[in-house]
């Protein structure tokens, strides 16, 4: 046996062992949480994430890269750091603390298992067809149906029907829930109110309006995030969704021709960008062992026929020369390429590091071609569009949904309607015409800037919009109202605003109207619930209680739904034991 032959397995081998080791993904040099992971137990039964998280950082000096709480955790979670010197300094300084009166105790963690070669190992172990994706009859464009668009089959008066019950049973939780808030002295005059109200509308606490939506239920979207991959065989660069997540042991891509809720503009695009990715000469990136280069397209279309380009790339190893070099490759493919076919008006090039990498820089995003925005028309105002602000992925929705959302605020000349999460403005701009003035919050500066300028390009005279974390500068933006009513328009994450922000809007005296979008009320129930709360020392303010509801299908052949909510301050809480607290 020669020195060459000695010890190291062949990489075949190798590779082998790896793609059937659910760990092997620590031996890896780029970073994962889960190599320095701590458990922590002893918790209090009642604290907040955030509060554990300042005990950490702040007090103790200790530095977290990850607080993970577990669900039905019983007093215990994961906290992962960088490196062993954090972790062993973490464990010797939380063990035997006292905080909120209970001891803590800290431990090493293991590892968790790589889900991907866990599910792998389970199918190969079990032959059994684990769920509808692993189904070996069931076609790649079939999965991919069922992942996106799963109402696809059904008609679309049956798809209404559907999510109007479904909108009608979180009313009924939410009725339910608020009367287990009712449950004490301040409480007894909402519970009264509450239950004359599922007297009146058959258990719900509102009046619940039949759902509407737009004309159009076909190739709506206006914006998608398309992943960069490989067919089932790996034989084949694919533009398109995942077929299974991770966690069921799939990483390859199926094509979206037959998706009926994406434009034929976005598909012709994906395409021909295919043509693109493959003959860059690098492979697409692989989640299971972190190798490739290109990851992602963001598209983002309008009804002026204008369509912006997103690619993303996992940069790995190359060298800037070499990404200049690929973007401007990818640049003349869209000018004066075979992509000069799609007329691309906007071009971005995103380098996309993992988040947790360490110092490395996180994602950039650079403009390469074009302009930098599109354009879109809405309630006949023109809106520009940067490449990360939010806008509503179905603009003859949108107008759907704007004008519910106008009915139910019924704003006048001495309204000051209040957009909370307001993106590029759009919600804001539509109130301009209807009431006296409009004020907007958005963490995202881009978002903002965009907004601003669509003030002008539609010669708006009565609307500002402000940058920053609504929980900070919420308080000095309603100081600047000039109107005698508030309305706040709120159309916040999918998980709902921080609950820094509804406290400020409880405690806004002049605000006694407050509606509220969702695009998933179940994970905003904790917001709706908070709104409704009996006055305390933490929920200042009368609480709001909702008086009319109805749903608007923004998303035709899902399971997804747009519920708006109109709450007003509840008149018949006399309490007058929290007149000291410090009301806006």
């Known amino acids: 046996?020669?020195?060459?032959?000695?010890?190291?397995?062949?990489?075949?081998?190798?590779?082998?062992?790896?793609?059937?080791?659910?760990?092997?993904?620590?031996?890896?040099?780029?970073?994962?949480?889960?190599?320095?992971?701590?458990?922590?137990?002893?918790?209090?039964?009642?604290?907040?994430?955030?509060?554990?998280?300042?005990?950490?950082?702040?007090?103790?000096?200790?530095?977290?890269?990850?607080?993970?709480?577990?669900?039905?955790?019983?007093?215990?979670?994961?906290?992962?750091?960088?490196?062993?010197?954090?972790?062993?300094?973490?464990?010797?300084?939380?063990?035997?603390?006292?905080?909120?009166?209970?001891?803590?105790?800290?431990?090493?963690?293991?590892?968790?298992?790589?889900?991907?070669?866990?599910?792998?190992?389970?199918?190969?172990?079990?032959?059994?067809?684990?769920?509808?994706?692993?189904?070996?009859?069931?076609?790649?464009?079939?999965?991919?149906?069922?992942?996106?668009?799963?109402?696809?089959?059904?008609?679309?008066?049956?798809?209404?029907?559907?999510?109007?019950?479904?909108?009608?049973?979180?009313?009924?939780?939410?009725?339910?829930?608020?009367?287990?808030?009712?449950?004490?002295?301040?409480?007894?005059?909402?519970?009264?109110?509450?239950?004359?109200?599922?007297?009146?509308?058959?258990?719900?606490?509102?009046?619940?309006?039949?759902?509407?939506?737009?004309?159009?239920?076909?190739?709506?979207?206006?914006?998608?995030?398309?992943?960069?991959?490989?067919?089932?065989?790996g034989d084949k660069v694919i533009i398109g969704f995942r077929l299974s997540s991770y966690a069921d042991g799939c990483t390859a891509v199926g094509p979206i021709d037959d998706l009926c809720h994406i434009p034929t503009s976005m598909k012709t695009a994906m395409k021909i960008l295919e043509e693109f990715i493959q003959m860059s000469g690098l492979e697409p990136f692989n989640p299971v062992d972190n190798s490739g280069y290109w990851k992602q397209v963001t598209v983002r279309t309008s009804r002026l026929n204008q369509l912006m380009l997103i690619v993303g790339i996992n940069p790995q190893d190359l060298s800037d020369d070499k990404l200049q070099e690929l973007q401007t490759m990818l640049k003349e493919f869209v000018e004066i390429g075979k992509g000069s076919s799609i007329n691309v008006t906007s071009l971005y090039f995103q380098i996309m590091r993992k988040k947790s990498a360490g110092s490395e820089p996180g994602n950039t995003i650079q403009h390469i071609s074009g302009a930098e925005y599109i354009e879109e028309m809405l309630l006949n105002k023109k809106f520009r569009i940067s490449p990360q602000a939010f806008f509503q992925i179905n603009t003859l929705g949108a107008e759907v949904l704007y004008k519910a959302i106008i009915d139910m605020a019924e704003p006048t000349n001495d309204t000051t309607v209040l957009d909370i999460c307001c993106g590029t403005g759009s919600i804001g701009l539509s109130f301009s015409e209807h009431c006296g003035e409009v004020l907007g919050v958005e963490i995202v500066p881009d978002a903002i800037k965009d907004a601003k300028q669509n003030v002008i390009q539609n010669g708006i005279t009565n609307s500002d919009f402000f940058s920053g974390k609504a929980e900070k500068i919420l308080y000095p933006i309603v100081q600047r109202a000039t109107k005698s009513r508030i309305v706040a328009v709120l159309d916040p994450p999918r998980a709902g605003i921080d609950q820094k922000t509804l406290l400020t809007l409880r405690r806004t005296n002049k605000l006694n109207r407050l509606i509220y979008i969702s695009c998933n009320p179940q994970a905003a129930m904790k917001n709706l619930l908070d709104l409704t709360r009996p006055r305390s020392k933490l929920f200042a303010g009368k609480p709001f209680v909702p008086i009319k509801a109805v749903p608007v299908d923004m998303f035709p052949h899902t399971n997804h739904c747009e519920l708006i909510i109109c709450f007003e301050r509840f008149t018949e809480d006399t309490d007058s034991n929290d007149d000291d607290l410090n009301n806006i």
């Not at 960088?82 to 939380?94: K, V």
């Not at 009608?168 to 519970?191: D, F, P, R, T, W």
């Open 1 to 233: 046996m020669t020195d060459s032959e000695t010890k190291e397995a062949p990489a075949e081998d190798t590779k082998e062992k790896d793609e059937n080791n659910p760990y092997a993904y620590l031996e890896r040099e780029n970073f994962t949480s889960e190599k320095f992971k701590v458990e922590v137990r002893g918790l209090p039964k009642y604290y907040g994430i955030g509060e554990f998280k300042k005990l950490l950082t702040i007090k103790l000096k200790l530095k977290p890269c990850k607080v993970k709480s577990m669900k039905d955790s019983n007093g215990w979670l994961y906290v992962s750091f960088r490196s062993e010197e954090c972790r062993a300094q973490a464990i010797s300084t939380l063990n035997g603390i006292t905080w909120k009166n209970c001891k803590l105790t800290a431990q090493i963690a293991k590892p968790a298992p790589d889900p991907f070669i866990k599910r792998k190992l389970e199918k190969n172990k079990t032959n059994k067809k684990l769920n509808a994706n692993t189904d070996p009859n069931m076609s790649d464009m079939d999965k991919i149906k069922l992942q996106t668009t799963p109402l696809w089959n059904m008609s679309y008066p049956d798809q209404l029907k559907f999510k109007q019950e479904e909108m009608k049973s979180v009313l009924i939780e939410l009725a339910q829930k608020m009367l287990s808030n009712y449950n004490n002295q301040n409480g007894l005059k909402l519970s009264k109110w509450l239950h004359s109200q599922k007297e009146l509308y058959e258990g719900l606490p509102c009046e619940l309006k039949p759902i509407l939506y737009a004309d159009s239920t076909e190739g709506y979207r206006n914006k998608c995030e398309f992943t960069i991959g490989k067919n089932v065989k």
